[in-house]
T-cell receptor, first 111, second 111 residues
Framework: AQSVTQPDIHITVSEGASLELRCNYS??????LFWYVQSPGQGLQLLLK??????LVQGIKGFEAEFKRSQSSFNLRKPSVHWSDAAEYFC?????????FGKGTRLSVIA | DGGITQSPKYLFRKEGQNVTLSCEQN?????MYWYRQDPGQGLRLIYY???????QKGDIAEGYSVSREKKESFPLTVTSAQKNPTAFYLC??????????FGNGTRLTVT
């Protein structure tokens, strides 16, 4: 069965610190991989996607993610977090079937 | 300006009443989706449609119904059979081998 695990429910980081959000997936083949961000009461915005090719992908707002096939992981990183990055982050996987989402990681940013 | 419009943003209903949530898109995407979001649960798929006049059940279809009479529109009806209808509902669209695009959601409260 296809599944996505985001092990961290809630992470708190200081402004300016680095960030890594974890995502592990279970899928029959190498799927398309996505990270989305959601502000309270809003829809989801795409941060970045991996379809094929270079395993390090760059996204919007200074985020990047690395696909590691051997670990079935697609972790999201940012070198220096800004207060405006506080939000909920979702990892998703799929091919041409409906995407499967993780349960999300809520990011809090402190001064 | 292309996008997905969900209306209304907030909806209140009495228990036992059916209610229909609207989703309209002008992105010319073939596939449309309805997800339900509850705190700590991530996104769960209710129904999806890949072409007009065809739709499939997702993981939590019980108590919901949909129609797809036009490419642009995919309304979701929450029936009185849905045991816990209070939630945040997200509509999304997708074209082949692309990410999901999300609307801004409708928050439904049933009392």
């Amino acid at each position: 069965a296809q599944s996505v695990t985001q092990p961290d429910i809630h992470i708190t980081v200081s402004e300016g610190a680095s960030l890594e959000l974890r995502c592990n997936y279970s899928y029959g083949a190498t799927p398309y991989l996505f990270w989305y961000v959601q502000s309270p009461g809003q829809g989801l915005q795409l941060l970045l996607k991996y379809f094929s090719g270079d395993t390090l992908v760059q996204g919007i707002k200074g985020f990047e993610a690395e696909f590691k096939r051997s670990q079935s992981s697609f972790n999201l990183r940012k070198p220096s977090v800004h207060w405006s990055d506080a939000a909920e982050y979702f990892c998703a996987v799929g091919l041409n079937t409906p995407l499967v989402f993780g349960k999300g990681t809520r990011l809090s940013v402190i001064a | 300006d292309g996008g997905i419009t969900q209306s209304p943003k907030y909806l209140f209903r009495k228990e036992g009443q059916n209610v229909t949530l609207s989703c309209e898109q002008n992105l010319n995407h073939d596939a449309m989706y309805w997800y339900r979001q509850d705190p700590g649960q991530g996104l769960r798929l209710i129904y999806y449609s890949q072409i007009v006049n065809d739709f499939q059940k997702g993981d939590i279809a019980e108590g919901y119904s949909v129609s797809r009479e036009k490419k642009e529109s995919f309304p979701l009806t929450v029936t009185s059979a849905q045991k816990n209808p209070t939630a945040f509902y997200l509509c999304a669209t997708r074209t082949e081998a692309s990410p999901l695009h999300f609307g801004n959601g409708t928050r439904l409260t049933v009392t």
